[in-house]
């Protein structure tokens, strides 16, 4: 895996971690094994959906690697259920901001954020599954 | 002989098993309590800590200055302990096992390993029992390179008992190998059976020669009983659901010293375990 700094940080991308592959799909409340990354640009409102399949199924490290994955992805943002210590250090040290909420949609916590109602993550939510 | 008693399950009687086990063979032996994470044979071997050793492993630093973020660390690295995300990449030392791997493969020769503690050794003496036992620090979840450092304190050629951790991940694996039998106990019940068979297919993937003891025998049924007539395990031994024995238990007391007309029962369990090499060897 290269490294996170190779992508070019978009500030139009946000990302939402889901389950599914469109705004209707709810928004997953697990960062690190969230089943795919919804990779949203507020300028085009262009959408491309990734896959998280490998995080899923790490032993350990998911949440290291998907923030990894972000990163690569050149968001600047994102949107999440919860966020644990270790994924939280690997985003920010890549300047990426993180917000949780509850939303139940992808499109729901898209609106929340468009309206400037969702809050910056100043440090995880939740417990490391490890240490 | 190398002897380590493991299990699916825990609370089974692994440690009792060993305990007596080791005091039973009457000659000098060495007991190696693997469970680093909750040792617990030295509450029946009364003795003084003899020695303690600090006990570490090699996680990565990163020297900023040298590094140039290629991410050939983050590649390599399975357990996703060192991530490149940003100018130099970020270490995650409680996933880290101790590889060597990222800075093997570094160009830039920006990464070196220092130790980190991760917990103790202790030793001790009782009677003919040196007990060695390793204790993991709290907070640290990475039990298979202490494990080691108790199992490198064997003294080559004398006759050994592992007292492995229950389970069958990592540790269990870490503590079994090497060994030159294997004595899975376990409880006459559903839970019992369950984890018993994971244990089987472990110590088979291992090829290691087993045989099974049954402990709290009458308790339960005899599932554990037929599932081993038809794994043609040999059932080494059954340990009765005797009230007196959980008392003995229950005072740190070990069964040999306690309830003597168990003695004879703890050295043919000892004999069928040498059997159990023998019949490999043959």
């Not at chain 1, 139940?104 to 240490?131: F, I, N």
């Not at chain 2, 200055?65 to 996703?80: H, P, S």
């Not at chain 2, 395990?233 to 059954?238: F, K, Q, R, S």
Request: overall charge neutral; glycine content about 10%.
């Amino acid at each position: 895996m290269s490294a996170p700094k190779e992508g070019k940080k978009d500030k139009m991308k946000i990302v939402f971690s889901t389950s599914g592959d469109n705004l209707d799909a709810p928004l997953d409340g697990r960062f690190g094994r969230a089943p795919k990354f919804l990779v949203y640009d507020l300028e085009t409102d262009a959408c491309e959906v990734v896959d998280n399949l490998q995080n899923l199924q790490a032993a350990q490290g998911a949440g290291v690697q998907a923030a990894s994955t972000v990163a690569r992805l050149g968001a600047a943002a994102v949107v999440t259920g919860h966020c644990g210590p270790k994924a939280f250090r690997v985003l920010s040290s890549a300047g990426i901001k993180v917000y949780t909420c509850a939303a139940p949609t992808v499109g729901a916590a898209l609106a929340l954020y468009r309206e400037g109602k969702l809050l910056e993550a100043q440090a995880a939510d939740v417990e490391g599954h490890w240490a | 002989m190398i002897i380590a008693i493991a299990s699916g399950k825990g609370g089974t009687g692994k440690t009792t098993l060993a305990v007596n086990l080791a005091r039973a063979f009457d000659a000098d032996i060495q007991l190696l309590d693997c469970d680093v994470e909750e040792p617990n044979a030295h509450l029946f071997l009364p003795a003084e800590p003899r020695e303690r050793t600090v006990v570490t492993m090699p996680i990565p630093e990163v020297d900023a200055r040298l590094c140039d973020g290629c991410g050939e660390c983050a590649r390599v690295c399975r357990y996703n302990a060192i991530v490149g995300a940003g100018a130099a990449p970020l270490v995650f030392p409680e996933l880290c096992h101790g590889c060597g791997g990222c800075a093997y493969i570094c160009p830039r020769k920006a990464i070196r390993e220092v130790p980190k503690r991760i917990g103790v050794i202790e030793t001790f003496r009782s009677g003919k029992i040196d007990l060695v036992h390793g204790r993991l620090d709290v907070g640290v979840a990475m039990a298979p390179p202490l494990i080691r450092a108790v199992k490198d304190r064997r003294r080559n050629g004398a006759p050994a008992i592992i007292d492995a951790p229950p389970g069958t991940s990592c540790p269990v694996v870490a503590a079994i190998q090497g060994a030159e039998a294997v004595v899975l106990v376990t409880e006459p019940t559903p839970f019992g059976l369950h984890d018993l068979a994971l244990a089987v297919d472990l110590v088979r993937a291992f090829r290691l020669p087993f045989g099974v003891v049954v402990n709290r025998a009458g308790s339960g049924d005899d599932r554990v009983r037929l599932f081993c007539a038809r794994e043609k395990i040999p059932l080494l031994a059954e340990i009765p659901d005797d009230r007196r024995i959980a008392e003995a238990y229950a005072r740190g007391a070990l069964i040999v010293e306690a309830l003597p007309e168990y003695r004879a029962g703890f050295l043919d369990l000892r004999a069928k375990i040498e059997g159990l090499r023998r019949e490999v060897a043959a």
